[in-house]
């Protein structure tokens, strides 16, 4: 499963995931994006702590994460983080099984050139603590709009490291 780590509309982290998408059906692996867009509006409120479990919408989201074992995480990095939204999404699931034993492949983009390297490394703090395996390959993407353009990346080592990190995450 891939996982959009924003819920902005028309996103670049979503592009990102359709051509990650892209890069694993060529490998024979087929995989579902979930994309945080999809995220009910109200779930920080409706889905959370006393209304766990109740509503629908979250829980469909849940429930498809609870039936995968792999998963890439596509993270933009806002206010060198990873954006609230995605640790509000991983702090409405049911702790600590959600996660744990599962194993993880971080992509971070950013418009700097540290293509999200703070994000990745918070996220994959959080992942620790929650028992999930992150591939030791994560790939920075930074200044990433000037590097992707109409589902075409540009620089051809951040087309061989996805690649590259893709394979692996297969055989992880």
């Given at each position: 499963?891939?996982?959009?780590?924003?819920?902005?509309p028309?996103?670049?982290?979503?592009?990102?995931?359709?051509?990650?998408?892209?890069?694993?059906?060529n490998?024979?692996?087929?995989?579902?994006?979930?994309?945080?867009?999809?995220?009910p509006?109200?779930?920080?409120?409706?889905?959370?702590?006393?209304?766990?479990g109740?509503n629908?919408d979250f829980?469909?989201?849940?429930?498809?994460?609870?039936?995968?074992?792999?998963?890439?995480?596509?993270?933009p990095?806002?206010?060198?983080?990873?954006?609230?939204v995605?640790?509000?999404?991983?702090?409405?699931?049911?702790?600590?099984?959600?996660?744990?034993?599962?194993?993880?492949?971080l992509?971070g983009?950013?418009?700097?050139?540290?293509?999200?390297?703070?994000?990745?490394s918070?996220?994959n703090?959080v992942?620790?603590?929650?028992?999930?395996?992150t591939?030791?390959?994560r790939?920075?993407?930074?200044?990433?709009?000037?590097?992707?353009?109409?589902?075409?990346?540009s620089?051809?080592?951040?087309?061989?490291?996805?690649?590259?990190?893709?394979?692996?995450?297969?055989?992880f």
């Open positions: 499963m891939i996982i959009v780590g924003t819920n902005r028309n996103s670049m982290s979503r592009k990102i995931a359709d051509y990650y998408q892209e890069i694993l059906n490998l024979n692996a087929p995989s579902t994006i979930l994309d945080l867009v999809n995220l509006h109200d779930f920080t409120v409706s889905a959370m702590y006393e209304n766990s109740k629908d829980n469909n989201l849940k429930s498809l994460l609870e039936q995968t074992d792999k998963f890439v995480f596509i993270v990095e806002y206010n060198g983080s990873y954006p609230g995605l640790k509000a999404f991983i702090d409405g699931l049911p702790y600590p099984n959600s996660f744990t034993n599962k194993k993880a492949a992509v983009l950013s418009s700097n050139m540290h293509g999200a390297a703070l994000a990745l918070h996220l703090d992942f620790s603590y929650l028992g999930m395996n591939l030791a390959l790939v920075k993407l930074g200044q990433i709009r000037t590097h992707y353009h109409e589902r075409v990346i620089n051809a080592l951040y087309k061989e490291l996805l690649e590259l990190q893709a394979g692996q995450m297969i055989h």
